[in-house]
């Protein structure tokens, strides 16, 4: 039998193994897994390894950001910066103004993203107002169609819901068994640290971290684990940053509660220290939860190494550093609080972790893939179209070169910022081809694939979701 492609004698990896063999491919789907495969194209993996394609299930694009503020990716240059390093598929949020219905908001971003896409996209919806229609119709119908979870913010004026409102989206998130996501920080909290910082004038980039410690996230994620136990539901914690928000979900596991919690790149190699930078350089890290000190970092180590954060995701969320219209906006200057919250890394997501944690030995490769690839795509029910590499799934591999020593560049991210935090990193592994649905679309640090190849997918239940609902 002859396959589109073969990719030859690689090390193929999964969560579960390492196994060497062919990856036969046709239609786009992998069709067989072997030895001496043959296909009518014939990649050579020989010394590389071969890996599923990042599920990077935490990025923002295109998205509203307050007034006279433009997010520097737009679908063609996020999911471009995606295939990069070795990211199949994202999975963005569609945020909702209030005061805008959720199909609207849907049409625009489906909008936005028709024909824009170099590797596959799903969305989330971002819940800022719980009208009585949102929850009683749209929500419930729109699970149907396939977008299976919601992000809540606890924070932000103009997202924040009270924990009422928390409530009334989680039990609907348990009747429809849909997943909830939640950015939990405690909003007056930082209100009343911000307005101390500015009274002093501490009003220099750094100053965002001080204003969101370590314990307003910590109080905030275990009121929204408190909050999902009284419905009975499941929730995901994002973007954790710190040793005490960890354990707050490792102790809910350990009672039994079905927490799940995820980490992203910042948290593992930035720190605080970052956002002091000179003049105004601080405000390339100012996202939220801020990066913390090192003993956070090796936190979050150990929360992927033990399971308890099961998605390891990037939060991109870029912001042009030299432009008006992002971090050096004209309010910026008088005040951390205008500096738009978010940093760009979904190109950088797999490579820093590979190098940090495979290279560095903190990590298993199967580990690897389980948290940045088959986990995502199963908590959001894309697996196991999505997620492995396995006879019937989606054929998106990256292979990766494990030796290659590369120092991170912006330019090699290809991404629509002009900055990577992650600048000068020394990073030692590189993914140096990626295919979506058996096309390339990256071979050798360049983009060879077409906008138009991404598809959009509507995603199944949460297996973890659907579990609760029916009585877990
Ligand atoms: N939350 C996110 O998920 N991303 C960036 C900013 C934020 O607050
Ligand atoms: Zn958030
Ligand atoms: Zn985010």
């Not at 969101?212 to 419905?231: F, G």
């Not at 992203?264 to 390339?284: F, H, P, R, W």
């Amino acid at each position: 039998m002859q396959f589109d492609t073969v990719i030859a004698s690689g090390q193929v990896v999964t969560a579960g193994d390492t196994i060497a063999c062919d990856v036969g491919i046709s239609g786009g789907k992998v069709a067989a897994l072997g030895k001496g495969l043959s296909g009518r194209e014939v990649i050579d993996a020989s010394g590389k390894l071969v890996l599923p394609g990042g599920v990077d299930s935490h990025v923002h694009i295109a998205q509203p950001s307050g007034d006279g503020i433009v997010m520097a990716d737009d679908f063609e240059t996020g999911t471009r910066s995606a295939a990069m390093g070795g990211t199949t598929t994202i999975m963005p949020f569609c945020l909702q103004e209030r005061g805008v219905p959720m199909r609207e908001v849907l049409r625009d971003y489906h909008a936005k993203a028709e024909g824009q896409c170099y590797v596959d996209v799903s969305f989330h919806l971002i819940i800022s107002e719980p009208t009585e229609q949102l929850l009683g119709q749209d929500l419930p119908a729109l699970v149907e169609d396939g977008y299976t979870s919601f992000k809540i913010f606890m924070t932000y004026d103009d997202l924040k819901l009270n924990d009422r409102q928390i409530l009334e989206v989680m039990a609907v998130a348990r009747e429809t068994g849909a997943l909830v996501m939640v950015h939990a920080e405690n909003y007056d909290a930082i209100r009343f640290m911000t307005e101390q910082l500015e009274k002093a004038g501490r009003t220099a980039p750094r100053y965002h971290a001080t204003s969101r410690p370590k314990v307003v996230e910590r109080e905030a994620t275990h009121r929204a684990i408190s909050l999902a136990e009284v419905v009975d539901v499941p929730v995901m914690i994002v973007h954790v940053s710190n040793r005490e928000s960890m354990e707050q979900i490792r102790w809910a596991q350990q009672k039994g509660l079905p927490v799940l919690g995820e980490t992203c790149t910042q948290y593992l190699v930035l720190t605080e220290d970052d956002l002091e930078g000179l003049g105004m350089e601080g405000a390339k890290y100012v996202c939220s939860p801020p990066p913390r000190d090192v003993e956070s970092q090796e936190a979050c180590w150990e929360g992927l190494r033990t399971g308890v954060f099961s998605v390891f995701s990037s939060d991109h969320c870029p912001y042009r550093y030299e432009d008006e219209q992002g971090k050096l906006n004209p309010n910026a200057k008088s005040s951390f609080r205008w500096v738009p919250n978010g940093i760009p890394g979904v190109g950088a997501r797999l490579p820093i972790l590979f190098s940090e944690g495979v290279s560095k030995g903190r990590m298993s490769l199967e580990q690897f893939v389980a948290v940045t690839a088959a986990n995502p795509a199963k908590t959001y029910g894309l697996y196991p179209r999505k997620g492995t590499i396995a006879v019937g799934s989606d054929a998106d591999i990256a292979i990766w070169d494990s030796d290659m020593r590369v120092t991170l560049e912006h330019r090699m991210l290809n991404d629509g910022a002009d900055y990577t935090p992650y600048e000068g990193f020394e990073i030692v592994g590189w993914p140096v081809m990626t295919l979506v649905r058996g096309r390339k679309v990256v071979q050798s640090g360049k983009l060879v694939g077409s906008k138009d190849h991404g598809l959009y997918l509507p995603r199944n239940r949460s297996p973890f979701a659907s579990a609760s609902k029916s009585g877990l």
